[in-house]
C-alpha cells in the first residue's frame, strides 16, 4: 500500500512498496483510509526496501476546499440573514404608523406579540449577518493561502531560486553600503534569509529537478 510521508513543512511524499517511474499516476491511502491520486516526480531515496518519491498531489487542493467551505457558508448565512429581515417586516405598515400598544384593548395581546416576534426575528438576521461577515476573513486567508508558493509544488524550485538571488544581491548591498541599513540587525537579518532560501533551493532540487 502507497502511503503518505512528511518530508519537511508543507510537503508530504509518497512511501511505496514498488518502484514507479516519473509521470506515473499512483493511489495513496491518507491515515483515514481515504484514496488520493497522484503524479510520481523524483525518486528521493530508497529505505527498508520502500521507494520514496516527491508527488504532486491531483484531486483539489486543501486550501481550495477550505475556501469553498467558507464561501459555501457565507453565501447560507447571508440567506438566512436577509429571510430572517423579511420575516422581520410583519405588518410594517401597520407598524410604521407609531400606534402606541393600546392597554386593555383586544388588540394589546396581538401588538405585543407582533413587536416581540419582529424584534426576534431581527436579532436572527443580525446574528447571521455577523458570521457572514466573520466567514470573510477566513475566506481572505485561504485566498491568499491559494497564491502561496510553497516546497509541495514543482514551481517552488523556480520561485526560491529567484528568491534567494535577490536574498544575496540585498545581503552584498547592505556589506558593501550600497544599500543603506535601516538598523544595526539589517545585515544578520539578510544573512538569515540567505541561508533560509538557500536550505529551501537545495530541498526544492531534490524535490522537482
Same mark, same amino acid.
Given at each position: ?61 486543501? $486550501?481550495?476546499?477550505? #475556501?469553498?467551505?467558507?464561501?459555501? $457558508? ?6 438566512l440573514s436577509k429571510k430572517w429581515y423579511e420575516k422581520s417586516?410583519?405588518? /410594517?405598515?401597520? +407598524?410604521? +404608523? ?16 407582533? #413587536? ?15 458570521? $457572514?461577515? $466573520?466567514?470573510?476573513? /477566513? ?11 510553497? +516546497? ?10 529567484? /528568491? #534567494? ?33 538557500? /536550505? ?6 531534490? +524535490?522537482?529537478?
Amino acid at each position: 500500500m502507497n502511503k503518505f510521508k512528511k518530508y519537511c513543512p508543507n510537503v508530504w511524499i509518497a512511501e511505496c512498496e514498488a518502484e514507479h517511474t516519473k509521470g506515473e499516476i499512483i493511489e495513496l491511502t491518507t491515515k483515514y483510509g481515504k484514496c488520493v491520486e497522484c503524479e510520481v516526480y523524483n525518486l528521493l531515496y530508497k529505505k527498508d526496501n520502500k521507494f520514496y518519491y516527491s508527488i504532486i498531489r491531483l484531486d483539489e487542493s486543501y $486550501a481550495q476546499r477550505r #475556501l469553498n467551505k467558507h464561501q459555501n $457558508a457565507q453565501v447560507r448565512h447571508e440567506k438566512l440573514s436577509k429571510k430572517w429581515y423579511e420575516k422581520s417586516q410583519e405588518d /410594517k405598515e401597520f +407598524l410604521s +404608523l407609531g400606534e402606541p400598544i393600546k392597554v386593555g384593548h383586544h388588540s394589546e395581546h396581538r401588538h405585543r406579540k407582533l #413587536l416581540e416576534r419582529n424584534w426576534n426575528r431581527l436579532e436572527n438576521s443580525i446574528k447571521h449577518s455577523d458570521i $457572514a461577515e $466573520a466567514r470573510q476573513t /477566513k475566506i481572505d486567508y485561504w485566498e491568499n493561502k491559494l497564491k502561496e508558493i510553497n +516546497l509541495s509544488m514543482p514551481e517552488s524550485l523556480e520561485y526560491f531560486t529567484l /528568491k #534567494l538571488e535577490n536574498a544575496i544581491k540585498e545581503h552584498n548591498g547592505l556589506k558593501d553600503g550600497s544599500i543603506p541599513k535601516e538598523h544595526n540587525y539589517s545585515v544578520t537579518y539578510a544573512n538569515n534569509a540567505v541561508k533560509d532560501f538557500r /536550505k529551501k533551493v537545495e530541498i526544492a532540487n531534490k +524535490l522537482w529537478a
